[in-house]
């Protein structure tokens, strides 16, 4: 039997020609996005004990879902944010046959509809102009009326998609406000071109099995018990301490959709302003968090079955935190065995906010056995 780290050790894991531009993990910005040639690469090395499922306890956008689909396991996906478990319900739901249909007609409804009254958030006009608003409203009161929930959820993420571009923020990656030439009309353009666009991503992913379960909980307060199926591999990016502001980074997608960011911002495990505030968290912290992930994984996991997670370093007031080694030491406490650990370079062309914190350039892929 070949070991897990020869067979990782052929695959150049830096995947330099990576390209999600126009595939099903182009449908919605996310910070430093999993690319998918890992999971599929981990999930086509390592395998699954037959019965089995494949797990993220932090998946985000849904790559590892998407592949573990692709290759026709199951799989289960949980994330704190409501934005990323909204991003990878349709990534893996068939796609809504009244999906196109509806767009038109809610941008319809919204265009005669009387004037909406605009949600109270927090600094709104600074970042969103008036009739930008006002259209907005209008465009969502028309999606709740919606009855299909995976029609809906596509509408929702079409928007969800686009309202950085209509706001005043200057980019996805930068949080800065500047004066956009954007209209009602252009808006509702922007919103139908964007719903037709998914419409032809999904119908070029033929996914082997639609098994595929989002939970939308905090991590470190899910249990055994909320597992419906035994999990055979994990495959997994954690939130690197003081690295990424998730949370941030879909701050007025979550005030527009109904969910409250500052709950997902409090409970956020690694988020920066949990280290920039009177009695902040260190590393300290983090490690009692993913000793209480791993202990969970170890609960849920079959004997045999395999971690993997990819992680780079912190840096937390001015220290290099080296996560993998942390990670490593945590698991063999737990109980699993280290099988492989294989160093890749992260693409330079990977933004986010923070990047005097986040410029990382190196991550480790670390694999664990029960």
């Not at 039997?1 to 020869?6: Q, S, T």
């Not at 993220?56 to 879902?65: E, K, Q, R, V």
């Not at 319900?89 to 068939?94: G, H, I, L, M």
């Not at 998914?198 to 033929?206: C, H, M, P, S």
């Given at each position: ?6 067979k990782?050790?052929?695959v150049?894991?830096d995947f330099?020609d ?9 449908i919605h ?11 599929r ?8 004990p ?17 592949e ?8 289960i996906?949980?994330?704190?944010n409501?934005?990323a478990c909204l991003?990878s ?6 796609p ?8 038109i ?24 102009q ?11 009161t ?14 929702y ?8 571009r209509?706001s ?18 252009s808006f509702?353009?922007l ?24 939970a939308c909980?905090n ?16 495959v997994?990016?954690?939130p ?16 527009w ?11 956020e495990?690694?988020a920066r302003?949990?280290y ?18 791993l ?5 849920v ?14 840096i ?13 030491e945590?698991?063999g ?25 986040a410029n ?7 694999v664990f056995?029960?």
């Open positions: 039997m070949v070991a897990i780290e020869d990782l050790s052929q150049n894991w330099p990576s390209d999600t531009k126009e595939n099903i993990n182009s910005p996310y910070p430093a996005k999993f690319i998918p040639e890992i999971p690469n981990l999930i086509r090395l390592i395998g699954l037959p019965g089995t499922c494949v797990l993220d306890p932090f998946c985000g956008s849904g790559a590892t879902l998407v573990a689909q692709m290759a026709g396991f199951p799989a996906g949980i994330d704190l409501p934005i991003i319900q349709v990534k893996t739901r068939p809504p046959a009244d999906f196109l249909d509806s767009s007609s809610v941008v319809e409804q919204a265009k005669k509809s009387k004037r909406t009254a605009v949600p109270k958030i927090s600094n709104l006009d600074h970042w969103f008036r009739d930008i608003q006002e259209a907005i409203a209008r465009l969502l028309q999606v709740d009326h919606i009855k299909n929930a995976s029609t809906k959820d596509a509408l993420l079409s928007l969800s998609s686009i309202l950085v209509v005043n923020q200057e980019s996805d990656t930068r949080y800065a406000a500047v004066h956009k030439k954007v209209d009602r009309e509702y353009a919103f139908l071109n964007t719903a037709a666009r998914l419409t032809a991503i999904k119908a070029l992913n033929k996914p082997k099995t639609n098994e595929v379960e989002i909980k991590i470190l307060e899910v249990t055994p018990m909320d597992f419906p199926h035994s999990v055979g591999l994990v997994t990016s954690p690197y301490p003081n690295a990424y502001e998730y949370w941030l980074y879909h701050k007025y997608r979550m005030f959709l109904g969910y409250d960011p500052i709950q997902v911002k409090n409970q495990i690694g302003a949990h920039f505030k009177k009695n902040h968290q260190t590393e300290h912290d983090f490690r009692r968090q993913m000793r209480n992930v202990e969970l994984l170890w609960a996991i079959v004997k045999g079955g395999c971690i993997c997670i990819i992680i780079g370093r912190s937390i007031h001015g220290r290099t935190i080296d996560n993998a080694s942390m990670l490593t945590i698991a406490e737990v109980g699993f065995t280290s099988v492989g650990n294989i160093s890749r370079q992260i693409s330079s062309s990977r933004k986010t906010f923070n990047l005097s914190h990382i350039k190196t991550e480790n892929i670390l056995r029960k």
